[in-house]
């Protein structure tokens, strides 16, 4: 089994479902996606793992830069939300745990944390 997590040591949500992960003797991969954007792929693949019919449902839309984009506009495709969390990973909800196991794979967004533990179970 795989687990990564797509994490923000500033936040404390990402820090709480680490040590929440780590209690239960989990390591999982940590993927910094301020420093390292998840790509167009990745997004897409994970926003279908979480079962978002849209991409806004990842999005943290009262940062800056959410409404600076107008990201806010109903008229947005899917395409350009998701190039938005690209070019501006602080647009994307955090923290999200990817479990790989047996070809199959499944997410979770840690809001809060315990959500994560459905994961494992």
């Not at 793992?49 to 984009?69: D, I, Q, T």
């Not at 990201?71 to 955090?94: G, N, Q, W, Y």
Request: hydrophobic share 35%; charged share 30%; glycine share 6%.
């Amino acid at each position: 089994m795989k687990v990564i997590m797509w994490h923000n040591p500033r936040c404390s949500k990402s820090r709480q479902t680490l040590q929440l992960l780590q209690d239960k003797g989990i390591e999982p991969e940590i993927v910094k996606y301020l420093e390292t954007p998840p790509s167009v792929e990745e997004l897409r693949e994970v926003i279908g793992l979480l079962g978002f019919s849209s991409a806004r449902e990842l999005m943290r839309r009262k940062e800056k830069e959410y409404k600076e984009l107008g990201l806010d506009d109903p008229s947005k495709t899917e395409d350009e939300l998701i190039a938005a969390m690209v070019a501006h990973p602080r647009l994307i909800e955090r923290p999200v745990v990817i479990v790989e196991n047996g070809g199959g794979k499944r997410a979770a967004l840690g809001r809060p944390p315990e959500n994560v533990l459905a994961l494992f179970d």
